[in-house]
């Protein structure tokens, strides 16, 4: 089975790629949409999140958006959150693996978004960047509700470089020429890994 990190900076499009590997039943594995169930209420780490942040809890839920705040303008902050996280999306992760070997599957996708800023593509035998122009990348983020030129600025210097990630992927799937080009590129990966 092949294993393809799926990567990108903010606002590079990499939930469209994600969705168009899935659309060509290629099963994929979203490290976001895990950490979102890890902390709905009830969730594996909802009681952890609480005990770390309790400024966070709103209504019986977590804020995200207040938690956002909190750990990127505190680089301890963040640390605890993602030891709280990490473990438990890998965990994910790994069940994910399990039962799409025991499927006999040819290809599957992990979407990382942090992929080579946590060591990911190591578990990868592929990896793929999506990228699209900088001028693209800030118009779609800050179309984006909630997010300011100072919060764009904050995620991206916690984010390595398109540039770097570009240089050390196997593949670079561009998103900024329209769907049907950005299809085409992910077919032909697909074609050729399945």
Do not use: W
């Not at 903010?10 to 902390?39: C, E, Q, W």
């Not at 990228?131 to 904050?154: C, I, N, W, Y």
């Amino acid at each position: 089975m092949v294993i393809l990190g799926l990567t990108g900076s903010i606002g590079m499009g990499k939930s469209t790629a994600a969705a168009m590997f899935r659309y060509l039943g290629v099963p994929v594995h979203d490290a976001d949409a895990t950490n979102h169930l890890l902390m709905t209420p009830g969730g594996p780490a909802f009681d952890q999140v609480i005990s770390a942040f309790p400024e966070v809890l709103r209504n019986g839920r977590i804020d995200r958006q207040m938690l956002g705040k909190i750990v990127f303008a505190d680089g301890r902050a963040l640390k605890k959150l993602e030891a709280i996280l990490h473990p438990l999306i890998r965990a994910a992760e790994i069940r994910f693996l399990r039962s799409q070997r025991m499927l006999g599957r040819k290809l599957v996708v992990l979407d990382i978004p942090l992929l080579y800023e946590t060591g990911g593509e190591k578990r990868c035998d592929i990896v793929a960047v999506v990228s699209a122009p900088g001028f693209v990348q800030r118009q779609r983020v800050l179309a984006r509700q909630g997010m300011t030129d100072e919060k764009f600025s904050a995620i991206l210097s916690k984010q390595m470089p398109d540039m770097e990630k570009r240089k050390r992927a196997d593949y670079v799937i561009p998103t900024g020429l329209g769907r049907a080009v950005t299809f085409q590129y992910i077919q032909g990966i697909v074609d050729h890994l399945s």
